[in-house]
C-alpha cells in the first residue's frame, strides 16, 4: 500500500474554484494510475477523475462535466484536481488514490489499492 500525504480541501462559494493535490510517499505515481475520489453524506463513495500514467488517458464521472481537470506532475510526484464553477452537490469527503496494477484510467474504486485519508470540501451557497 502506497501512503498519500493530501492537501487543498476546504470551503469555498459556489461558483469558485478549488485545487486538491496529493503526493504519495514514497512511491513514484508516474508508473501507475491515480484518482480522485468523492462521498457525499448518505452516498457512496464514487469517481471523480482518472488519470493514466502519463496524463494523456483520463476519465471523468458524468457530473464533472467539464468543469474539473485532472492533471499529475510526474517530476514533483503530484497528482491534483482543479475544480472550477463548483455546486454545492460537490461537498463532500474527497480522496485521493492510486491503482498501482494499472497505467490507463480506471473508474472502479475496486481497482485502486492505496487511499489517502480524505479531505472534507464545503461548497457554501
Known amino acids: 500500500q502506497v501512503q498519500m500525504a493530501e492537501s487543498g480541501g476546504g470551503l469555498v462559494q459556489a461558483g469558485g474554484s478549488l485545487t486538491l493535490s496529493c503526493r504519495p510517499i514514497?512511491?513514484?505515481?508516474?508508473?501507475?494510475?491515480m484518482g480522485w475520489f468523492r462521498q457525499a453524506p448518505g452516498k457512496e463513495r464514487e469517481l471523480v477523475a482518472s488519470?493514466?500514467?502519463?496524463?494523456?488517458?483520463?476519465v471523468y464521472a458524468d457530473f464533472v462535466e467539464g468543469r474539473f481537470t485532472i492533471s499529475r506532475d510526474n517530476a514533483k510526484n503530484m497528482i491534483s484536481l482543479q475544480m472550477n464553477s463548483l455546486k454545492s452537490e460537490a461537498s463532500g469527503v474527497y480522496y485521493c488514490?492510486?491503482?498501482?496494477?494499472?497505467?490507463?484510467?480506471?473508474?472502479?474504486?475496486?481497482?485502486?489499492?492505496?487511499w489517502g485519508q480524505g479531505m472534507q470540501v464545503t461548497v457554501s451557497p
Open positions: 488514490a492510486a491503482a498501482t496494477a494499472y497505467r490507463n484510467a480506471v473508474m472502479g474504486a475496486s481497482n485502486y489499492d492505496s
Open positions: 514514497g512511491s513514484m505515481i508516474s508508473r501507475y494510475t
Open positions: 488519470s493514466g500514467w502519463r496524463g494523456e488517458h483520463t
